[in-house]
């Protein structure tokens, strides 16, 4: 019954923009809160960024603070990440992800999309 579709990804080159959603179902969507996790080949999946049910609280990987923007409309039942400045190491398939509170650890949560495809080149 829950579903998070991602969709945004693409080929980009470096230095341009890409904005990811998340648009989730099934689910009380303003009762949880939506990560980002993405996950290059040949590594770990890893955290990107989170956000609250509320959006009052906020939390990006280090590798991510200052060009990617995390955001949502519960009206929507959508989130959101913006992706600026993209850098060839930032290529990878990125995953939404529902929990009840927002975390960086990619166990803590109970539903995951698909993923999406972003890709930038040099």
């Known amino acids: 019954q829950v579903q998070l579709v991602e969709s945004g990804g693409g080929l980009v080159q470096a230095g341009g923009s890409l904005r990811l959603s998340c648009a989730a179902s099934g689910l009380t969507f303003n009762s949880y809160a939506t990560g980002w996790f993405r996950q290059a080949p040949g590594k770990e999946r890893e955290f990107v960024a989170a956000i609250t049910w509320s959006g009052g609280i906020i939390y990006y990987a280090d590798s991510v603070k200052g060009r990617f923007t995390i955001s949502r409309d519960n009206a929507k039942n959508t989130a959101y990440l913006l992706m600026n400045s993209l850098k060839p190491e930032d290529t990878a398939v990125y995953y939404c992800?529902?929990?009840?509170?927002?975390?960086?650890?990619?166990?803590?949560?109970?539903?995951w999309g698909q993923g999406t495809q972003v890709t930038v080149s040099s």
């Open positions: 992800a529902a929990a009840r509170f927002a975390m960086r650890d990619r166990n803590g949560y109970d539903y």
